[in-house]
C-alpha cells in the first residue's frame, strides 16, 4: 500500500488485510474461537467490519489453527434447501481436495444418490447436482462432518449474512434442523454473522428459539476515534495532502464512527482536497454532500415499501417525539393513527432495523440515513 492513499475499500467494500484497522481485542477472541473450535455468533449492523473482522482472523491463524476456514455468503438462500446446497457447495470448492475423495464422501450420504461434481462458468470452483429426485437434500449438512473423518481435517464454517435464515417461510423448522445436525458434529463449528441485529438477537438470544445459546455471542462496538483518526491522517499524508486532528475527528464525529461511512466520508474528503493542501470545513461539507447522494439509492430501497404512516412516523423521530409518540397531540400532529397502530408502526420499524428501541426511547441507528431522511421529509 506504498504510496496509495485510499482504495476501492474505503468506498465501502470490505478492507483488504493491509487496510485492516483496530479491533485488537476482538480480534484476539475471535481467533481464540477459531483455535479452540467454539461456535461463535457475530452481530453488528451493516458496514460494521464484520466481514473484514473474519477476513483479517481467518488469514491471521492460517496455517495455526487445526481448523480449515470455509467462508460462505448465504443472502442469495432462499430457503433451507437453497443454504443446505450453497454450504456443500462451499465445502467443496475450498476444500483443496479432489474430485475422488468428493466422489467417495458423498456417495455414502446416500447410495440412491448420484452425485456430479462440475466447474462453475468460471471454472473457479464446484457446483453440486444430485440426479436422484429422491435425493434429500437435508443430507447435505452432514457433509462436513464427513468430509473431516474422512480427510482428518477440522472445518470452521463462516456464514455471513445470516440473518437471511430468518427471513425464511419456516424459518423455525429450518432453524430447528441446523441446530439439530450441528451441534451433534465433533469436527465440524460455525461462525455465523448477521448485520440484522433484531432478527440475529431473536435468533440467538431469544430462549424460545432453536439457536438459543449456540454459541459465544459477539456484538461489534465502533472502532475508537482516536484510531480512525491516525488512519485518516495517514492516509492524507500518503497522498500528498494532510488533513488536522480536529477535523479528522470531525470526520469520525458526524457519521458517529460507522465504519463504512467513516471510509467513505474521510475518502470523498481527500478527493476535494486539492494536491498538496489541507482538508478544511467547507471541504468536508462539500464530502457530506456527496456521501448523502451516493448512498441514495441504497435508502431509496429501504423506504420504497414503507407506509403513509410509516413514514410519518419516521419524521415524528426525526423532529425529536422520541419518547412521546404515543401522546394523542403528537398522534394528530403526524397523523399516526390510533394508539393500537403506533404499536403496530413501531414493531414493524424495529423488525426491518430502520429505528433502533433503548428504554423506550425511539432512534434511526443508521446516521447518514437519518441525514438524508431530514432532508427528504424536514
Request: charged share 20%.
Amino acid at each position: 500500500m506504498e504510496g496509495i492513499a485510499w482504495s476501492l475499500s474505503d468506498m465501502g467494500l470490505s478492507p483488504c488485510t493491509c487496510d485492516f484497522i483496530g479491533r485488537e481485542e476482538e480480534t484476539r477472541h475471535l481467533e481464540s474461537n477459531f483455535t479452540y473450535g467454539i461456535n461463535t455468533v457475530l452481530i453488528s449492523p451493516r458496514g460494521w467490519g464484520k466481514t473484514s473482522l473474519v477476513d483479517h482472523v481467518r488469514e491471521s491463524v492460517f496455517g495455526k489453527c487445526p481448523f480449515k476456514v470455509v467462508y460462505l455468503d448465504v443472502f442469495t438462500c432462499k430457503s433451507g434447501e437453497d443454504l443446505c446446497g450453497a454450504l456443500a457447495s462451499a465445502v467443496i470448492a475450498q476444500s483443496g481436495e479432489d474430485h475422488e475423495i468428493w466422489d467417495s464422501i458423498i456417495k455414502g450420504l446416500r447410495e440412491k444418490a448420484v452425485p456430479a461434481l462440475t466447474l462453475d462458468k468460471n471454472g473457479n470452483g464446484f457446483h453440486l447436482e444430485f440426479s436422484s429426485e429422491s435425493f434429500d437434500p437435508w443430507d447435505l449438512l452432514s457433509l462436513p462432518e464427513l468430509f473431516t473423518e474422512k480427510t482428518g481435517k477440522r472445518l470452521m464454517i463462516c456464514m455471513d449474512e445470516f440473518q437471511q435464515v430468518g427471513n425464511f417461510s419456516d424459518t423455525f423448522s429450518v432453524q430447528a434442523k441446523l441446530r439439530g445436525v450441528w451441534q451433534l458434529q465433533k469436527y465440524t463449528r460455525y461462525c455465523l454473522a448477521g448485520s440484522h441485529c433484531h432478527s440475529m438477537t431473536a435468533m440467538f438470544q431469544d430462549s424460545s428459539m432453536p439457536f438459543y445459546q449456540f454459541g459465544d455471542v459477539m456484538h461489534l462496538g465502533r472502532i475508537p476515534s482516536d484510531t480512525w483518526v491516525s488512519f485518516i491522517r495517514e492516509r492524507f499524508h500518503q497522498g500528498g495532502k494532510s488533513i488536522g486532528v480536529s477535523l479528522a475527528n470531525d470526520i469520525c464525529s458526524t457519521v458517529e464512527r460507522y465504519s463504512a461511512y467513516v471510509r467513505q466520508l474521510a475518502c470523498f474528503s481527500f478527493m476535494y482536497t486539492p494536491e498538496g493542501g489541507s482538508a478544511d470545513g467547507e471541504i468536508l461539507s462539500k464530502a457530506v454532500g456527496s456521501l448523502i447522494l451516493s448512498n441514495e439509492p441504497q435508502f431509496m430501497q429501504v423506504i420504497e415499501p414503507l407506509t403513509f404512516y410509516q413514514m410519518n412516523f419516521l419524521k415524528a423521530i426525526l423532529c425529536g417525539h422520541v419518547k412521546d409518540y404515543g401522546m394523542e397531540s403528537v398522534r394528530t400532529e403526524f397523523h399516526l393513527g390510533s394508539s393500537s397502530n403506533i404499536s403496530r408502526l413501531k414493531q414493524t420499524l424495529i423488525g426491518k432495523d430502520v429505528i433502533d428501541s433503548n428504554m423506550r426511547e425511539l432512534s434511526i441507528p443508521n446516521p447518514v440515513f437519518r441525514m438524508w431522511l431530514s432532508r427528504r421529509l424536514l
